[in-house]
């Protein structure tokens, strides 16, 4: 067990490179070689995330680490295969009809090398194919991994100052939708809309970074995961079991002792009436009282 205001060390550091993420991700909009120093701090963060749980070994942190790297490096090769396509249908179909590599406009030249022009198309197709099997693989491990990170938040809100839990519970809840949209990017639009939500989620996940430790030391508790009860509503209500039935009220005398099967019974075995000594049958239930 780990005093909370250590764990929080490492939350805050998360947060520190949380910040820097979004900051270059926006810049690199602009200077595209910031998107690289971005990928690099975004390492540094989720390795913060594995220092903390070293100590509190929660599923949810780990599941979210897990994920994320598989989900950031699947990306990564979809990334070098569509650069590879692209520069495959641009040396293919593209510069040989500028006339740059026939050295003038012929629409009839490609460079096909021998190979014919069905199979070419065939293949780009193919790989097209992989590429959004690639991207949709991605988008569905960041959206898990946002969620578990969500998830581990939510349980252990009591462990983070209010105003920096609830901003980074809606972070990780954009980063989870800007993972989806970037999954449906091929139609271009999602692609936009993901980016605003990606670089709004980080700016928001980043509150982390607000950790007040003055606040964190003076809370007793100890970070200790617990997993969530699921306990039965209160209003649903245990069944009675069905009550056994009624025995017959009227039986017959060989059911009953042989002791109260003589001549000078007074009352009536089975009602309790009153009797006159020498009745065969009871007169106000009919139980025969003789053979």
């Known amino acids: 067990m780990l005093e909370q205001h250590n764990i ?16 270059l991700s926006i810049i690199g909009i602009f200077i595209t070689p910031l998107q690289f120093i971005a990928f690099i701090y975004l390492l540094l963060a989720i390795g913060k995330i594995k220092k903390a749980n070293y ?3 929660n599923p949810h942190l780990r599941n979210f680490r897990s994920k994320f790297i598989s989900s950031l490096f699947i990306r990564i090769i979809g990334t070098i295969l569509w650069v590879l396509l692209t520069a495959f249908v641009v040396f293919l179909f593209i510069l040989p009809n500028f006339g740059i590599m026939a050295g003038e406009f012929d629409p009839s030249y490609p460079p096909h090398f021998g190979i014919p022009l069905w199979s070419m198309i065939t293949a780009i197709v193919v790989l097209l194919v992989v ?35 609830d901003d980074a519970i809606e972070g990780a809840e954009n ?5 989806f949209l970037y999954a449906i990017g091929f139609l271009i639009i999602p692609l ?40 039965t509503p209160q209003h649903v209500k245990t069944p009675h079991k069905p009550q056994e039935p009624r025995q017959d009220r ?7 002792p042989e002791t109260e099967q003589t001549s000078g019974m007074n009352y009536c075995y089975s009602c309790g009436n009153r009797l006159r000594g020498n ?5 106000e239930c009919g139980a025969q009282l003789r053979e």
């Open 8 to 23: 929080n060390n490492y939350f805050q550091e998360f947060g520190n490179k949380m910040h820097t993420v979004a900051i």
């Open 55 to 57: 100590d509190l070994n």
């Open 131 to 165: 590429e959004i099997i690639i991207i949709l693989i991605s988008g569905i491990l960041g959206m898990t991994a946002w969620d578990e990170l969500k998830r581990f938040l939510e349980d252990n809100r009591e462990f983070f100052p209010p105003w920096t839990i």
């Open 175 to 179: 980063l989870k939708t800007a993972s």
């Open 192 to 231: 936009i809309i993901g980016l605003i939500f990606q670089i709004m989620g980080y700016f928001k996940v980043a509150k982390l970074r607000n950790i007040n430790h003055s606040y964190m030391q003076t809370r007793k508790e100890s970070y200790e995961y617990e997993p969530r009860e699921y306990r």
């Open 250 to 256: 009227y039986r017959t005398i060989k059911d009953q």
């Open 279 to 283: 009745e065969r049958f009871c007169s």
